[in-house]
């Protein structure tokens, strides 16, 4: 299976860039559509649960840019992040994917995770599964998304 990758790029509070980096199924002339659907299913995902403001998608040759207006909120930090644990469907490998400046208002009450059960979580992790695949180019199960601190 060919895979190619895509990333959405979010601008924080201080002006500081991040970007989330997925692999997918590469784009052809037979899966462009379903594949375009599914990547604008994850933006949307992620945008539900980030402050940050999105500056610029990239998926299937396609390049958008937006205007590199910094969010409202302070809160809005690159180094507050959804850190997304998942397995391999196949092969049962761990591995993560990170979510700049993450909405803390999306945490569970009295818990450092998101609800992957219900409403936006659920959103997200349904979206991660169809559209992610694992570094062995399998699909993907979300296991948890929860708050994590970076220095980037």
């Keep these: 299976m060919a895979v190619a990758k895509s990333s959405i790029a979010y601008l924080d509070y201080g002006k500081e860039k991040s970007t989330v980096t997925m692999r997918a199924t590469a784009n052809t002339a037979a899966n ?3 594949q ?3 990547f604008q299913a994850v933006v949307a995902a992620i945008a539900a649960v980030t402050l940050g403001t999105k500056i610029k998608t990239e998926s299937g040759g396609n390049i958008v840019i937006f205007a590199e207006t ?4 302070q809160e809005a930090q690159r ?3 959804w850190l997304v644990q998942y397995e391999d469907a ?6 993560t994917l990170e979510i700049p400046c993450m909405d803390f208002d999306q ?12 409403g936006v979580g659920l959103a997200l992790k349904n979206a ?6 694992s570094v062995e180019e399998n699909a993907i199960t979300v296991r ?3 708050y994590v601190t970076r220095r980037t």
Excluded: C, S, W
């Design 32 to 34: 462009f559509d379903a």
């Design 36 to 38: 375009e659907v599914l």
């Design 70 to 73: 910094p969010p409202a909120e």
């Design 79 to 81: 180094e507050n992040k």
């Design 90 to 95: 196949t092969t049962h490998r761990n591995g």
């Design 107 to 118: 945490l569970e009450v009295n818990k450092e995770t998101l609800d992957i059960t219900a």
């Design 128 to 133: 991660l599964e169809a559209y992610h695949l």
């Design 144 to 146: 948890a998304v929860t």
